[in-house]
């Protein structure tokens, strides 16, 4: 079992990002996916999640309305489309198959400074 976030970088705030995460071994489309974001010095926490099928999003209220979560289960890849960019939004961003236990990936820097 693998995740593989990308899509980080450097964005002036009001940008946008669009964050991708590959899944490998297990059975992509029969999972809820989620992301979460690590602030620098501050706890890991939730953004976003999406049911097996995508007919069902959830959000953190400090990312409603900015953020929207999207799954492709043709190529086992979740997305993270992320407008409006505040300097808050900094963080590393991980997705991951909660409740599995499944080992976290390297994580996508996301620096949001003019």
């Known amino acids: 079992v693998q995740l593989v976030e990308s899509g980080g970088g450097l964005v002036q705030p009001g940008g946008s990002l669009r964050l991708s995460c590959a899944a490998y071994?297990?059975?992509?489309?029969?999972?809820?996916m989620h992301w979460y974001r690590q602030p620098p010095g501050k706890e890991r926490e939730w953004v976003a999640g999406i049911s097996s099928a995508g007919d069902s999003v959830y959000y953190a209220d400090s990312v409603k309305g900015r953020f929207s979560i999207s799954r492709d289960n043709a190529k086992n890849t979740v997305y993270l489309q992320m407008n409006s960019l505040k300097p808050e939004d900094t963080a590393v961003y991980y997705c991951n198959r909660p409740g599995w236990g499944t080992p976290w990936g390297q994580g996508t820097q996301v620096t949001v400074s003019s």
């Open positions: 071994g297990f059975t992509f489309s029969s999972y809820t």
